[in-house]
């Protein structure tokens, strides 16, 4: 008698679930996102519910086909393990856990790892975990790359969590999470998580409610994005897409954001926005110019001002920033209303650039209603730019505050650089420890120096760079 060993037992009697589970799943019919799945009457409920139980808790791909050799495409045994787990799904609630062990996992075939279309029924609770962040990787490598997501969600699933493993794009131009959402898809947990290689998106979001409530903690954004990590706003499907700005509540937590080229998160669409912690720096540059982006990457685009209420909050608190080159920004805000908050953040780690004087990181457009911008306790290099199309007397005596920061590069006088306005007198400096003056060297005080004012000093008269054709000019202080 042949030697059989326990998980090859285990993998044939799966493999028989996996089949039974398939032709049910592909008999059942939607019954809306209101309704979980129905329990006939008679015998074929109990006896459905029994063939349910039989399913194990927790499925390991390895024991429905994967080998996670690098070279052998495991992308049956993947989309096996995600129709046994969507078969488990009772009145609504999902019963099983996705197991993925140390290994390299190459995946072909687009939304093999999570393919949430009708006719499954709306469900609640999905965890995929793999062993560790980078033990466990999974070879996204399709055909071809745009248009092409390693795993979907059309309005079926909530509350999905990912956990210890890295993803990692095989071919250029290939996505990661495309999520569409009319009130199901939404509460979204990544743990552990690391993405690697070149993508269009890290996740896409589309529909016109929800696709809120997501959270990331201890990841590492690697790799690149010709569009960005995290970009909400697609409207492929709505005509308004102001629709979604029904999309709120993102946090980052303990982050590292250390990506190539590309923009972290990006929102036409939707916002109230907290990323705490963590470290992040983009190393390179973009391969070329394009018509949206020019050469820039950056952190925190919002590049549509008008905007329904609620979702424009922006707050960054204890992150460090490195700005490696002068295409690198911060944030680039062109929101006409709301807040946005940095607190005891740092982007003076290699002010000793040549271009870190001059750089401008942080952008915004203002007006009327702000938005009001505020840096508490955080140290600041280069200048930053505010451009506005408002009359002076239409704005706010007070639109953006600085408070208790040092300002690396420069003094308070020269540190906003204003387009639109001839003095930003709605820009504040309080108890801030200004930098030299342009022509001054930057050199260690002698002891017993006084720090400087935080009062403006006079208006500075050498030109600006010539990337960014508007003057500096001085604050209001207070």
């Not at 248009?147 to 095989?170: H, K, P, T, V």
Request: some cysteine.
């Amino acid at each position: 008698m042949s030697r059989v060993s326990r998980r090859q037992l285990l993998r044939g009697g799966v493999s028989v679930l996996a089949a039974t589970a398939l032709t049910a799943h592909n008999a059942s019919a939607a019954v809306g996102p209101e309704r979980g799945p129905e329990v006939p009457n008679g015998p074929a409920g109990p006896e459905r519910d029994r063939s349910r139980a039989r399913l194990p808790l927790v499925i390991n791909v390895a024991d429905v086909g994967a080998v996670g050799d690098g070279r052998t495409d495991d992308s049956s045994a993947f989309e096996i393990a995600y129709s046994l787990a969507a078969s488990r799904v009772s009145r609504g609630v999902g019963r099983t856990v996705i197991e993925i062990p140390a290994g390299e996992f190459l995946i072909t075939r687009p939304n093999a790892l999570l393919n949430g279309v009708a006719p499954l029924r709306a469900a609640n609770g999905l965890r995929i975990c793999g062993a560790g962040k980078r033990m466990t990787t999974l070879v996204f490598r399709p055909a071809r790359g745009p248009g092409s997501y390693l795993c979907r969600n059309e309005d079926i699933w909530s509350n999905l969590s990912f956990e210890r493993m890295q993803f990692r794009s095989a071919t250029p131009g290939a996505s990661f999470f495309s999520s569409y959402s009319t009130g199901q898809a939404q509460d979204y947990r990544f743990s552990e998580c690391e993405w690697m290689g070149e993508w269009e998106y890290g996740l896409a979001l589309d529909g016109d409610d929800t696709n809120s409530e997501m959270r990331w903690e201890a990841c590492r954004v690697g790799g690149s994005y010709r569009r960005a990590f995290l970009y909400s706003g697609l409207s492929r499907r709505q005509a308004d897409p102001n629709d979604q700005d029904q999309f709120l509540n993102y946090w980052f937590t303990d982050m590292k954001v250390e990506y190539e080229w590309g923009n972290f998160l990006e929102f036409p669409y939707g916002g109230s926005i907290t990323c705490r912690g963590g470290s992040y720096i983009i190393t390179g540059t973009r391969p070329g110019s394009t018509a949206e982006y020019g050469t820039s990457s950056t952190f925190f685009r919002f590049p549509v001002p008008q905007h329904h209420d609620s979702v424009q909050r922006f707050h960054a608190e204890d992150i460090r920033f490195e700005i490696r080159n002068p295409q690198v920004r911060i944030i680039d805000c062109a929101w006409k209303s709301g807040t946005v908050h940095f607190s005891d953040c740092d982007d003076t780690g290699i002010a000793f650039k040549d271009f870190s004087t001059d750089v401008l990181a942080h952008r915004y457009a203002v007006g009327p209603r702000g938005p009001l911008v505020r840096y508490d306790s955080c140290q600041l290099v280069g200048r930053h730019a505010y451009r506005t199309e408002s009359p002076p007397d239409a704005l706010p005596p007070t639109v953006a505050r600085y408070d208790m920061c040092l300002l690396r590069s420069r003094r308070a006088s020269e540190f906003v650089v204003a387009e639109g306005a001839e003095r930003p007198d709605f820009v504040s400096f309080v108890d801030c420890l200004d930098g030299p003056g342009r022509d001054e060297a930057l050199v260690p005080a002698p002891p017993g120096t006084p720090q400087s004012s935080t009062s403006p000093a006079p208006l500075a008269s050498a030109p600006p760079p010539a990337a960014d054709p508007v003057a500096p000019v001085p604050g209001r202080a207070r």
